[in-house]
């Protein structure tokens, strides 16, 4: 299937965007925490989602260009294994830039999802696959894929299904979470359909530390905008022009950590609520775990899930697995 220029229009949308008294319950409880913190999908308001796309092409962040790299050479394979008319299912959606490959690569696919928490972005980037793929059945789901979501009350068409979880989103998760959240993809497949999901895997610590924190500051605007959106939206007054971007790689728990540091004493206030911090404390954003191949194959069986097979680059930065129910 090649994209065409033509105008297209989304079979479906469903809002189940969680409603923004979970934003506030996150933040007021993250913050009242000894390590403060935040989970990393509130991160993505417009501009959080918009920034994350400027991430994608920065020298440093190896991650979208490595999983790109092969998906290219493996689309044979890919469209072998996932046979015709398959329905691909992608949580996690974002920019749907990784979905042409597979597309492109597919026998006459007869749908797409598209599945995110970031509503206006994920309208836009759905609408924009709709026109370029007027044959193509297109729905979104603005949707918290932390929480279950009932698919089998959408009009999604029938056929094999294919869930698509590319970008190494896995890795934001700590190993009880991202079991869950395997099972909970999981429970979306019905006999013979099959999970295609990128992780990212572990490297050198300079490479993991310059891809979280590029020399272009990108990743750092992307890390502060969670402040912004916390002042603008859960009616806050935190400088933040007061903390700093830091990544680092946490070897023990296998992760990159990303904090926003406070570079002075200050208070802040959130809807009403006043919270201190000192000079040197942190905020933690963001986890990205990365992964041996076995530690993936047996956080996947955690889940009942089986590889199939595996494909990596040539360096070994970063593999795509495809499960099946075990
Ligand atoms: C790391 S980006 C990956 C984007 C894209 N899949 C890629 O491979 O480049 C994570 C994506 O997942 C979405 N996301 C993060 N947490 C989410 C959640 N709990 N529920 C639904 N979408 C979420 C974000 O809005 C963002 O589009």
Redesign the pocket.
């Known amino acids: 299937m090649t994209p065409s220029q033509n105008a297209g229009a989304l079979a479906f949308f469903e809002d189940l965007h969680p409603p923004k008294s979970r934003f506030l319950d996150d933040v007021l409880t993250g913050l009242a925490k000894r390590q403060k913190s935040i989970?990393?999908?509130h991160?993505?308001d417009a501009k959080?989602?918009a920034l994350?796309?400027d991430i994608?092409g920065t020298d440093d962040y190896y991650?979208?260009r490595t999983?790109l790299g092969i998906l290219d050479g493996i689309a044979d394979d890919i469209a072998a294994r996932a046979g015709k008319d398959t329905v691909v299912i992608?949580?996690?959606?974002?920019?749907?830039?990784?979905i042409d490959r597979l597309l492109n690569a597919l026998d006459a696919p007869a749908a797409y999802v598209g599945?995110?928490?970031?509503k206006d972005?994920?309208i836009s980037a759905c609408e924009d696959l709709a026109a370029r793929y007027p044959g193509l059945t297109v729905g979104a789901i603005c949707?918290?894929?932390?929480?279950a979501v009932p698919l089998g009350e959408f009009p999604i068409p029938d056929g094999r299904r294919l869930v698509f979880?590319?970008?190494?989103?896995i890795g934001?998760f700590e190993p009880d979470g991202a079991r869950s959240l395997l099972c909970r993809l999981r429970d979306w497949l019905r006999p013979g359909d099959a999970i295609l999901i990128?992780a990212d895997r572990v490297k050198s610590a300079e490479v993991l530390e310059n891809a979280y924190d590029d020399q272009q500051g990108v990743t750092a605007a992307f890390n502060l905008n969670l402040l912004t959106r916390i002042n603008r939206e859960l009616n806050g007054d935190i400088d933040t022009g007061a903390f700093s971007h830091r990544a680092v790689w946490n070897a023990e728990l296998s992760r990159v950590e990303m904090h926003l540091v406070a570079n002075r004493d200050m208070q802040f206030t959130v809807s009403g609520q006043t919270f201190a911090m000192k000079k040197g404390e942190t905020i933690h954003t963001e986890n990205s775990h990365k992964f041996t191949i076995d530690r993936f194959t047996a956080l996947a069986a955690s889940a009942d899930l089986s590889v199939k097979t595996h494909w990596s680059d040539d360096r070994g930065y970063f593999t795509l697995y495809w499960l099946e129910r075990a």
């Open positions: 989970p990393p999908k991160f993505y959080g989602s994350f796309d994608t991650v979208t999983e992608e949580p996690g959606s974002g920019s749907s830039v990784k599945l995110d928490i970031s972005h994920l949707a918290d894929f932390t929480q979880f590319p970008g190494s989103t934001n990128g």
